[in-house]
């Protein structure tokens, strides 16, 4: 099987070529620029970033510490999945023969233990044993559930035992969450003896959306000085407000002067660049994931007319926690099409430790080019770039499939360094 790059659906290419030719022109320097940044402030252990391709402008929309959707990668990206958790591992706890992943809570979604499980089988594959762990209150015994793959996923009710966690006498060195921590951190992750990674301080009980895209902003900008572009290029602008109450109607000002704000700084550079389109703006919830509690806005007025519904549609994020901070993010189109329906279609690109490991197509048949495809109805389509995502052909022209590809894993690389300098802004 073979699975190519979608279409672009927009005669507004010419940014984006010149773009992508840059980066090919500049190949070396970029990659010896990111080696100096990963020895200076060193990669999380994995991470997926979504990335929004306009043809005028390619930039991340979000950034995600803890991934699921292992299982949607090509099969042929397993080689490279197997030395990215050799090279994470060795980094992290070098002594580890084992490692325990803690569970999101909601594991009764079997597509996502399927990503579980197949983020187990990579590490056994690596050479390290891997076992699944859960906080969930009503998981009393080991459980095995049946997945639609065929495969078999086993969990386990994870226990404390002094100063570390373990199922039964298994209490590997490594702990590995893959649990976003959206309802807290729970105490029985506090104070451990093992390490623990990603830290605790990167779930969305402490992390905030807006402080990534600010070290997002500050990396795109040295990148940018770097290989001569302009940082807008890649980079989305976004302002952040807090203490929204939308049930209530409260802090609304706050949200509708940005909302303004916003949208007149994306008509300037739409002006600079000659683009034709509507700029649109995105309200989101400054934590939290899954694609709740956003909505795309093409005026302030849009904010003060929200009804009772779509008020209490964006009040709420996963876990039924309360939206009280809100960033607003300059909407970036998909001009990136799939299939005889030309479905649009974003690039969903995956890292272990510093390295692009694969990624796939998040596609939605119901969903506009400006529009939240990170909702029900989506399905996923696998991105081919087990070897050009890191080996591009000059060869080519910019927009083949390895040098799109490359152009992918150079932003989603920028987005895992703003999120390691968040990190480390959080645990420092």
């Known amino acids: 099987m073979t699975f190519g790059v979608p279409n672009l659906t927009t005669s507004l290419q010419g940014p984006l070529l010149q773009l992508e030719a840059h980066l090919l022109q500049h190949q070396t320097q970029v990659e010896t620029w990111l080696r100096q940044q990963w020895l200076e402030t060193p990669a999380p252990f994995y991470a997926s970033v979504d990335?929004?391709?306009?043809?005028?402008?390619?930039?991340?929309?979000?950034?995600?510490?803890?991934?699921?959707?292992?299982?949607?990668l090509n099969p042929a990206f397993m080689p490279l999945c197997i030395q990215a958790v050799q090279a994470a591992v060795e980094r992290t706890c070098p002594q580890a023969k084992k490692v325990l992943i803690v569970a999101e809570n909601h594991t009764r979604n079997l597509f996502y233990l399927e990503s579980l499980e197949m983020l187990r089988s990579i590490f056994e594959q690596a050479g390290i044993e891997a076992r699944i762990g859960s906080i969930r209150d009503d998981l009393a015994e080991a459980t095995m559930?049946?997945?639609?793959?065929?495969?078999?996923?086993?969990?386990?009710?994870?226990?404390r035992v002094g100063e570390r966690v373990a199922l039964g006498d298994?209490?590997?060195?490594?702990?590995?969450?893959?649990?976003?921590?959206?309802?807290?951190?729970?105490?029985?992750?506090?104070?451990l003896d093992q390490q623990l990674s990603p830290p605790l301080a990167a779930g969305w009980s402490t992390r905030k959306k807006?402080?990534?895209?600010?070290h997002y902003q500050s990396v795109a900008e040295l990148f940018a000085e770097q290989i001569g572009i302009d940082p807008w290029l890649v980079s989305p602008m976004s302002l952040q407000c807090g203490k929204v109450n939308f049930k209530e109607r409260e802090g609304t000002e706050c949200l509708t002067k940005n909302v303004s704000k916003l949208l007149a700084a994306v008509q300037l550079k739409y002006d600079e660049y000659g683009i034709d389109k509507e700029p649109f703006v995105v309200?989101?919830?400054?934590?939290?994931?899954?694609?709740?509690?956003?909505?795309?806005?093409?005026?302030?007025?849009?904010?003060?007319?929200?009804?009772?519904?779509?008020?209490?549609?964006?009040?709420?994020?996963?876990?039924?926690?309360?939206?009280?901070?809100?960033?607003?993010?300059?909407?970036?189109?998909?001009?990136?099409?799939?299939?005889?329906?030309?479905?649009?279609?974003e690039p969903v690109v995956y890292m272990i430790?510093?390295?692009?490991?694969?990624?796939?197509?998040?596609?939605?048949?119901?969903?506009?080019e400006n529009e939240n495809?990170?909702?029900?109805?989506?399905?996923?389509?696998p991105l081919a770039f087990a070897q050009s995502c890191t080996t591009p052909n000059k060869q080519e022209t910019p927009d083949a499939e390895p040098n799109r590809f490359y152009a992918y894993g150079v932003i989603a690389r920028l987005a895992l360094l703003a999120a390691a300098r968040e990190i480390a802004a959080l645990t420092n």
């Open 283 to 345: 309200v989101k919830s400054d934590s939290g994931t899954y694609g709740m509690g956003v909505m795309m806005v093409k005026s302030a007025e849009e904010i003060e007319s929200l009804n009772r519904k779509q008020r209490t549609k964006m009040a709420s994020s996963k876990e039924g926690l309360v939206v009280e901070n809100v960033l607003v993010q300059e909407g970036v189109y998909t001009f990136e099409t799939i299939g005889a329906e030309n479905a649009v279609a």
């Open 145 to 159: 559930v049946d997945l639609p793959s065929g495969n078999k996923c086993l969990l386990e009710p994870l226990d």
């Open 210 to 214: 807006s402080d990534h895209f600010n």
């Open 51 to 72: 990335l929004r391709n306009s043809g005028f402008k390619l930039a991340p929309v979000d950034t995600n510490l803890f991934p699921a959707g292992f299982n949607n």
């Open 353 to 368: 430790d510093r390295f692009v490991v694969g990624g796939f197509y998040r596609v939605h048949t119901g969903r506009g």
């Open 373 to 381: 495809l990170n909702a029900p109805g989506m399905h996923f389509e």
């Open 170 to 191: 298994y209490s590997p060195c490594l702990v590995l969450l893959n649990n976003d921590l959206s309802a807290g951190r729970p105490s029985i992750l506090e104070g």
